[in-house]
């Protein structure tokens, strides 16, 4: 049942993205650089997600459980530029699930047991940035900004007649800031390579995010891909320890 959802998913994003290259606006290429530029970028990322809670072992959802279990994504991206300033807002939301095989004790022994994994989870980039470096096919700036997560991950154990705690709840909310730098650089008319690096803490112990990728600039929309990386290392008050996000993304930007 999930599975069929999730393609309703991929095939209503789809749908949406061919519905916006349709009405797509007048490419920010066109403007001067005193005037504001806006983008917004329409993504699916790929990913391998880990996720070790305290003092228990690490659960992995493939991307093979995600597209099995499912039930709501989205990923967008949304910059405002002008001159030497920026801003940008970059969106993630995920409810889906997966099962995973876990090492436990129970009375004292080592056993196995299957957890249900049900997550549902938000992280909002909200970054303002400055160019210190440009040249005609160049683009460097630094940023700084926050950003937000809110993460519900339930583990449902299968232990069957043993007894003990079957349902589990981990996760909650925090705010952290961060600094770093992306940039830009033209192969040709049509090629660009980008990149995106930052760092913070706060409520967590550490995050870092990491990105690299390339664009295709077609007449009214430019075709992305890369592959992304996104870590938080969380505090000793919390009931998780790590989240790592990994693998790549594809998605169409346009410009106006």
Not at 81 to 106: A, C, F, H, P, V
Not at 145 to 157: S, V
Not at 235 to 247: A, E, H, Q, R, Y
Request: charged fraction near 25%; glycine fraction near 12%.
């Amino acid at each position: 049942m999930k599975t069929e959802f999730s393609r309703k998913i991929f095939v209503a994003l789809i749908l949406t993205t061919f519905t916006l290259l349709a009405g797509a606006p007048v490419s920010a290429q066109e403007k001067s650089p005193d005037d504001w530029q806006y983008s917004f970028e329409l993504y699916l990322w790929a990913p391998k997600i880990q996720i070790t809670p305290d003092g228990g072992d690490k659960i992995t959802l493939k991307l093979k459980d995600i597209l099995e279990n499912l039930d709501m994504i989205f990923f967008g991206d949304i910059e405002m530029r002008k001159g030497d300033w920026s801003l940008g807002l970059d969106s993630i939301y995920m409810n889906l699930g997966g099962s995973q095989t876990m090492t436990g004790e129970i009375i004292g022994r080592p056993q196995e047991l299957k957890a249900d994994v049900d997550m549902r989870a938000y992280i909002g980039t909200l970054t303002a940035g400055h160019t210190i470096a440009r040249s005609q096919r160049n683009r460097f700036d630094i940023i700084g900004g926050a950003r937000y997560l809110y993460i519900k991950t339930g583990l449902e154990f299968d232990l069957e007649a043993t007894p003990g705690e079957k349902e589990k709840t981990l996760g909650g909310h925090q705010w952290d800031f961060l600094l770093g730098f992306e940039g830009k650089t033209l192969i040709n008319d049509q090629w660009y390579f980008d990149y995106y690096g930052d760092v913070g803490s706060g409520a967590s112990r550490l995050t870092w995010q990491a990105k690299v990728g390339m664009g295709y600039e077609f007449n009214k929309w430019t075709g992305t891909f890369g592959f992304r990386y996104l870590r938080y290392d969380f505090d000793n008050s919390s009931n998780l320890k790590n989240l790592d996000v990994i693998g790549p993304y594809f998605g169409a930007k346009w410009s106006w």
